[in-house]
């Protein structure tokens, strides 16, 4: 089975850098490497040296932010124009384990002998800030434990039925023929959060499953983060009212409810619709 890994970079070199020596150690190496560059035309001279078969593609961002939903789709058709016959989305902090492509692949097969669709989802472990020297391939699996919110299938068992508001695109897989019943991401979302949730949903909507992946790790590199995602509120609010048009309800709510007690956001029963506080009420 062809493969290609799919990963979006807009800076953390250092991180893309990690990635790329994950997989060359793998016991399985992508076929095709396709690195989606938002406004990050430097990212050519960081893949340069290595020695996977690296394509790498430039998008512009949307009003200044981050269009990742266009950008996962336009990652995917480059690999599905050179032949790919799985798709593999890797975070760009996301490094793999020594099998993670092996046992994707091992995945998908399986569902093309069952005749099966169904999204392939890896666990993934949330890695400490990095040692001096930087972090170790050899050591990620003992630095930290998978998320406790997903299932951990054992190393060689995959699980199916699993439940589509568990997704997430930090590490997951495709079949050619699963990712085009899906249609892709809604390239309505730009910036941050909204378009995981989406894409899940509209896959479970076209019949296509959710497998837990033993086996197929991803160690998240350590970056600093905001709980609420307060620098984010602006992407938040105008994605969800996105997802709201489709589905009829608001994602993210816990995030909505945080950035309610911090003042930042109203909510509006008779409409359900979430807004913005002004600075000058807030304060």
């Known amino acids: 089975m062809r493969t290609a890994v799919i990963t979006l ?6 991180h893309l850098r990690l990635q790329q020596r994950g997989l060359a150690a793998g016991s399985r190496h992508p076929g095709h490497y396709v690195v989606v560059a938002v406004d990050d035309p430097s990212v050519a001279d960081v893949v340069r040296e290595e020695t996977l078969s690296v394509d790498v ?3 512009k ?5 981050l269009p990742l939903a266009a950008a996962r789709n336009a990652g995917a058709r480059r690999a599905l124009d050179a ?3 799985l798709l593999i989305f890797l975070d760009v902090d996301c490094v793999p384990g020594h099998r993670t492509i092996e046992r994707y692949t091992e995945a998908a097969e399986k569902t093309v002998r069952s005749r099966a669709h169904a999204l392939l989802c890896g666990t993934v472990s949330y890695l400490p800030p990095p040692p001096p020297g930087g ?3 050899d050591t990620l699996d003992i630095l930290a434990s998978p998320h406790t919110g997903r299932p951990v299938p054992k190393e060689d068992d995959i699980v199916s ?12 897989a495709a079949t050619e023929a699963t990712w085009r019943r899906t249609g892709g991401f809604c390239e309505r979302y730009t910036g941050y959060g909204g378009e995981d949730t989406d894409f899940a949903l509209t896959a479970a909507s076209a019949g296509v499953g959710l497998w837990w992946v033993g086996g197929a790790p991803a160690y998240h590199q350590h970056h600093p983060v905001s709980r609420p995602p307060v620098e984010h509120l602006a992407d938040i609010l105008r994605n969800g ?5 489709r589905w009829g309800r608001w994602p993210m709510e816990g995030w909505m409810r945080d950035f309610g007690r911090l003042g930042l956001v109203r909510h509006d029963p008779a409409t359900d619709t979430w807004s913005a506080i002004p ?3 807030s304060s």
């Open 9 to 14: 970079v807009a800076g953390r070199h250092r």
């Open 57 to 59: 593609i430039q998008v």
């Open 61 to 65: 961002r949307v009003g200044g932010r």
């Open 83 to 85: 032949g790919a016959e």
């Open 135 to 137: 972090y170790l391939l």
């Open 161 to 172: 039925g699993g439940d589509h508001r568990l997704f997430w695109s930090l590490s997951f």
């Open 241 to 245: 009212a996105i997802f709201r048009q």
């Open 279 to 281: 600075r000058h009420e």
